[in-house]
Structure formats: C-alpha cells, structure tokens
C-alpha cells in the first residue's frame, strides 16, 4: 500500500500527487529534534505505475513530501558565545588619546550607523549561511549550525527578534527551494515574541492593502513576509494570533490574491490565512471578507495549470473552498469522475493536517507536523516501478516499504528509517535506509521533471 509521510521540514512544505501505491517520508527528525515548517517547499509530483514480471514481496511504493526542516537537538557549544559577540556587539567606540577632545559629534553619529549597517550585515549572513547549510542537517546527532545558534541567541532579545525577523524577509531568495522552510526552522527555535514585538513588526513593514499594490514588484520581500504571517499565526494561536491578524494585516492578506500578484505571494498569502483561521475568531472574519468576493473562485482555475507555482496555488485554493469557506457550494470530490482511476490516497487512512485533492491522487502538508497518508493499493508480487512527475522542487523522500515498516510521527520517522523501506531524496541528494543516509550523483530534481 502507498505511503506517504509529510513533515514540515516547511523546510519542506511539500507538495504530492500520486496515482499508484507509494509511501513518502519527511526530513528525519527525533525526540531530541524539533521540527519547523517548505516547500517550506512543498512538492507535488503525479505518478504512474508500471509492472516488470519479475518477482518482488511485499513491497509498497513509499513516497514522503516534508515541508519544513528539523534542528538537531539544540546544545549550545563554547563556539555559541563567540559567534554571538562577532554579530551583536558593535565594535567598541574609537576612544580619544589622553588629553585629546573630540570636535566632531557627527564623526560619532556616522562611526554608530556604520557599526550598525555592520551588525545588520553580519545578520543576514548568517541567515544566508544557515540556508546554505540546512541541507546538511540528516543526522540526529549533528549538532546545528553555529549561525543558527547565533541568531538564536540574537533573538533572546526583542530588538535582535525583530533584526532577525527583518533579514529573514530581506534576503532569503525566492528560487531556493528550502528557503520557506528555513525561515520557518528559525522562527519555531527563537523564543515567542511579545505582542509588542508583533506590534513592532507590522508597524516596520507598513502591511497594508496600498502596500501590496505599491509594491508588487517586490516578490521575494512579501512572499517571505506572508511566509513569516503564517509561521507566527501558527505558533501564536488563540489571543496573540487575533491581535496579529488586524485590519490593516487582513486586508494585505486578501490584496496579495489578486490575480496580477506574484503567484508565489500568492500562495503562501493563502498558506496565512489558512494558519489564522485556525483560531475561529480570525476564521469567521476572513470568512466574511473572501464570501463577498469570487477571488478562491478565480484562483481555483489554476490547480491544473502548466505553470507549476500556479497549480499551487489552484490546489490550495481548492481546499480552501472545499474546507474553509462556507459558500453552500458542492463539495469537489462529489463532482469528480473517479471511474479511471485504480488506486488513490485513502481519505480514511490519513493524519489530520494532510491536505488530499478531490480525486485522491494528490497532497500537500502545510502543517509543521509529520503527516502520512496510505495508498488503496498495495503490491505482493511482480517487480514495480513508478513515475512521478515534480511540481515543486522541495524535500520529498519517495521510495518502498513493507507493512512491518514503522511510521511514528511525532518521533519523526518514516520512509527509509528502519529495514523494512528505503528512500529516495532528490531535494538533498541523499539515499536513506535504516536511518542511514547516503549521497547519489544525481541532480537536484525541478519542477516539471
């Protein structure tokens, strides 16, 4: 039987699409591991099944799309202390020799916003070293990134929470396909903010719906700070998550859908309200926003779209329709001619955050959990193989497994974690079995192949 195990890797929010049995299986995390939220990239992919007559027992497709990367456990090494002091103190004030006077206070303005720009700088890269090396996160052992125990650090503090925040938005790029899921990983590990940090935030980044009209051209800036809305309106959930979803936040929200925006803002816009709404206050005041205009209804169009990041956004809102809004309208399963089709996602054999499309043979996780779902159809005999066409470019682990294989969510295991499976990771280039992973030569995989 086909399953598929989703983690939020949200690195990797993965999108999924499959049409034969196959299981799949997130980044590896451990109870000593937390996990973050992919495409952060999510992978969607569509599969075909074919049969070789020659003999096989008891394998089953396996194939897992996580959406956001796992930390290691978070130790703090002697080497913490050193990197925080190199990014958060400023270099010491140039003092005078004896006897000397200084004649020019603005010489002393212009050495603090140089040493400002500098601890900025060295902000971001750190963040862009954390991105670079997130991919080599694959054993429960390793220990983080030393950048990522220093922007840990630099956040204990409000004023480093909201400099972190900043460079997050500013420079993780829109064509790296864990860059969601790395801006979730380091969200989820620094403390919760206050509300008057959240305050802060929205007051710097001026959200607004003039400001998603004035500034459409400037993608990667509002695609990860609708990535940064979702991963707060997540972690914030119940007060904090109402007081953050204010008017002039709902109203950026519901301009990004328009049709012109990037579809990349687009889709994780979306992704946001789907995380807010799961406090019901915000639920009931989206609802009544999206209910006066067809924006779901125009979008849903999409999910069959050449374009891949398109058909994101198609699907998600598609589910939107079918699970958020209350529009009267005709569930989509109802409509959708299934007679074709052999094998599906089992619906009644899902966890809970699993999104599947109306005719079973997609999903996507856009949880920061490790979600699974099983196929309708398992394999016993013959040599199989199947195909899967890739519309996202994030961590998906696609390989076999037999029913003695074990999927235990919130210990983070899955598809190539024990003996009984194996699995393929064309996002980090890496072979897992039995909790081992191994590197293979072949490319990074890309939407559409």
């Known amino acids: 039987m086909i399953i598929l195990s989703w983690h939020v890797f949200i690195l990797l929010r993965s999108l999924l699409a499959v049409v034969t049995s196959a299981a799949a299986r997130p980044t590896r995390s451990s109870r000593r591991r937390r996990t973050v939220e992919s495409d952060m990239g999510p992978c969607i992919s569509v599969c075909r099944q074919k049969e070789n007559p020659v003999a096989r027992s008891n394998a089953v497709p396996t194939m897992t799309t996580p959406r956001t990367l796992e930390s290691s456990s978070m130790a703090v090494s002697e080497s913490v202390t050193a990197q925080r002091n190199c990014v958060l103190q400023c270099m010491p004030p140039q003092r005078s020799p004896p006897g000397s006077v200084s004649s020019n206070s603005g010489g002393h303005r212009g050495q603090h916003r140089s040493r400002h720009r500098s601890a900025e700088q060295n902000i971001d890269q750190l963040v862009l070293d954390t991105l670079h090396l997130i991919r080599t996160l694959v054993d429960n052992d390793q220990d983080p990134p030393r950048s990522m125990l220093a922007l840990h650090k630099i956040a204990d503090k409000e004023a480093g929470w909201l400099a972190v925040v900043q460079s997050l938005i500013s420079v993780i790029p829109m064509e790296d396909p864990l860059g969601p899921a790395v801006i979730t990983l380091l969200l989820d590990e620094c403390p919760l903010p206050t509300k008057e940090a959240i305050s802060k935030l929205c007051t710097i980044l001026k959200l607004s719906d003039a400001t998603s009209v004035t500034e459409r051209g400037s993608a990667k800036k509002h695609r990860n700070i609708c990535v940064v809305l979702g991963c707060l309106a997540e972690k914030m959930a119940g007060p904090s998550s109402i007081s953050l979803l204010t008017a002039d936040v709902l109203k950026y929200l519901l301009s990004n ?34 209910t006066k205009s067809n924006l779901l209804e125009k979008l849903e169009s999409w999910w069959h779209n050449i374009a891949y990041i398109k058909r994101e956004v198609g699907f998600c809102a598609l589910w939107c329709l079918d699970n958020f809004c209350e529009f009267g309208r005709k569930f989509t399963y109802e409509q959708v001619d299934t007679k074709s089709i052999r094998v599906m996602l089992n619906s009644k054999d899902v966890s809970e955050y699993l999104k599947l499309s109306p005719d079973g043979l997609e999903a996507r996780c856009d949880a920061s959990s490790f979600e699974s779902v099983r196929c309708t159809f398992q394999v016993d005999s013959g040599i199989w193989y199947y195909e899967v066409t890739v519309v996202t470019a994030g961590v998906m682990q696609i390989g076999w497994a037999t029913k003695d294989s074990k999927f235990l969510n919130y210990e983070g295991y899955g598809i190539g974690d024990d003996e009984y499976s194996v699995a393929y990771d064309g996002c980090r280039q890496l072979i897992w079995y039995n909790a081992h992973s191994e590197k293979h030569t072949h490319a990074c995989w890309a939407p559409g192949q």
């Not at 049709?259 to 803002?265: F, I, K, L, N, T």
């Open 257 to 290: 859908l328009n049709e012109v925006c990037d579809p990349s803002v687009i889709l994780y816009s979306l992704i946001a309200l789907e995380k807010f709404a799961q406090t019901s206050e915000n639920k009931g005041v989206i609802m009544k926003k999206l």
